[in-house]
């Protein structure tokens, strides 16, 4: 497990993104890759309505690096994440089905 970081940096990362609105999306797919090093995973996720996304296969960012740790390349999972201004797309939540 990771080390708690100090003061300034609890703050969680979603609350310094510039959202494109406050709405969560969630999708269900499959884990492809997973790039630690760049905080990235990759899902073939099926479509997702709240957003108007047909399914595809695509990177995510993640808000905490730690989700990572989570899931594996194979595994079927449901996942949740949040659009920035900049449309990023960013896992707050993923777990293995
Ligand atoms: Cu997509």
Redesign the pocket.
């Known amino acids: 497990m990771a080390p708690v970081q100090a003061s300034a940096e609890n703050t969680p990362a979603k609350q310094a993104l510039m959202l494109a609105s406050n709405q969560t999306h969630h999708g269900v797919g499959t884990v492809t890759a997973i790039d630690n090093k760049a905080k990235k995973i990759e899902l073939k ?1 099926g479509p997702i309505k709240s957003i108007g ?1 047909m399914g ?1 296969k ?1 990177y995510f960012a993640v808000d905490d690096a730690e989700l990572l740790d989570e899931v594996e390349v194979g595994d079927k999972v449901d996942f949740d994440f949040i659009e920035t201004r900049d449309k990023r797309y960013v896992i707050t939540d993923i777990e293995a089905q």
């Open positions: 996720h996304w595809m695509m």
